[in-house]
């Protein structure tokens, strides 16, 4: 195998079947040594926090693809912590997209005068941010997308209107269990020109609450996996 990129969470390489290998890792996005989803760089390590995501991407991958919606998955090995996926071209120099279930977080540390944390955000608010540790990874819009060239407006609307989908699939998953979603970070890049999700669909990219409290990653995988 050939690495060909080496990310916050995750290495990637490329593999002799033309698919790709990612490699889970034990680091995750945070602040000071507390977990946050929302933050742009690794903050902490928490072992087995790679395999927990594996593990969760994998049970959620499956329901995704249930409700006939496509992504890069291919398959996984839980014990190495890796997984398969079909090559895809991530947009621009890669784009995070954030649906927002509750107000927290950074919304609420850049739109706090208007409203309160813990907010239900009706029927979801999806927004993205570019991919860059340098400039904090900067919002961008649909239109500012488009602009610079990265994606044209039906692929944002295709990416928007799968976002909504996925992230209800997870929430309604979590809800059965009696875990709220409050909100959940995905990637996306085309693949034969059709807009999919790439990367995972992990307990570490997801804010979930088990009444007022925050669930932490590992244990979120225990409690979705172990029902």
């Not at 500012?144 to 994606?151: F, K, N, S, T």
């Amino acid at each position: 195998m050939k690495k060909i990129y080496e990310g916050k969470t995750k290495d990637v390489y490329s593999l002799e079947n033309g698919n790709v290998l990612l490699k889970f890792k034990d680091d995750c996005t945070g602040k000071d040594g507390v977990f946050d989803p929302g933050e742009n760089s690794v903050g902490l390590t928490i072992e087995g926090i790679g395999k927990a995501n594996l593990q969760t991407s994998i049970y959620y991958f499956e329901l995704v693809k249930e409700a006939g919606i496509k992504t890069h998955y291919v398959s996984a090995d839980v014990e190495n912590a890796t997984m398969e996926v079909l090559p895809a071209t991530v947009f621009g120099h890669g784009l995070e997209v954030i649906c927002r279930l509750v107000a927290t977080g950074s919304f609420i540390r850049r739109y706090g005068e208007y409203m309160e944390n813990g907010t239900v955000l009706e029927g979801g608010y999806v927004e993205c941010t570019l991919k860059n540790d340098a400039l904090g990874d900067p919002l961008i819009t649909g239109e500012g997308l488009a602009a610079l060239g990265i994606m044209t407006p039906a692929m944002f609307e295709s990416m928007k209107e799968q976002t909504l989908k996925i992230t209800k699939i997870v929430a309604d998953d979590l809800k059965s269990i009696g875990l709220d979603l409050w909100d959940i970070k995905f990637e996306f890049g085309y693949n034969n020109g059709e807009v999919i999700l790439i990367d995972e669909i992990a307990s570490g990219n997801m804010r979930v609450y088990k009444g007022d409290q925050i669930v932490e990653p590992v244990e979120l995988t225990k409690l979705i996996l172990n029902r």
